[in-house]
C-alpha cells in the first residue's frame, strides 16, 4: 500500500507562482511513476505531468514551458513547480502513484484569479 497526502494549493492571481508537494508513504520503494493530475469545474480529471523511477518526465501540451515535475532525493516527495499561473490552471490537483495499482491522493485545490 501507498498513501499520498498533497500540500501547497492556494489562492493566487494570474502570472505568480504556487509548489505543489506529494508525500508519499509505504510501499515507495515499489513506485514506478508518480503524476500529477488536475480536474477543473465542469471537467475530466486531465494529466498534467508524470516522472518516472528513471527519472523521465512528460507533460501535457497545456502546461509545457511553464510546469515542473520532480521528485525528492528520498524518492518519497514529487512536486510541481508551477509558474506563469493563468485562470485555466484552476482545479483540484490530485498526486497518484503507480506499481502494480493506482493510489491517489484527497487533492489540492488550486485557484487562479484573472
Known amino acids: 500500500q501507498v498513501q499520498l497526502v498533497e500540500s501547497g494549493g492556494g489562492l493566487v492571481q494570474a502570472g505568480e507562482s504556487l509548489r505543489l508537494s506529494c508525500a508519499a508513504s509505504?510501499?515507495?520503494?515499489?513506485?514506478?511513476?508518480m503524476s500529477w493530475y488536475r480536474q477543473g469545474p465542469g471537467k475530466q480529471r486531465e494529466l498534467v505531468a508524470t516522472?518516472?523511477?528513471?527519472?523521465?518526465?512528460n507533460y501535457a501540451d497545456s502546461v509545457k514551458g511553464r510546469f515542473t515535475i520532480s521528485r525528492g532525493s528520498a524518492k518519497d516527495t514529487v512536486y510541481l513547480q508551477m509558474n506563469s499561473l493563468k485562470s485555466e490552471d484552476t482545479a483540484v490537483y490530485y498526486c497518484?502513484?503507480?506499481?502494480?495499482?493506482?493510489?491517489w491522493g484527497q487533492g489540492t485545490q488550486v485557484t487562479v484569479s484573472s
Open positions: 509505504g510501499r515507495i520503494f515499489s513506485i514506478t511513476r
Open positions: 497518484n502513484a503507480v506499481d502494480t495499482t493506482l493510489y
Open positions: 516522472v518516472t523511477s528513471g527519472g523521465s518526465t
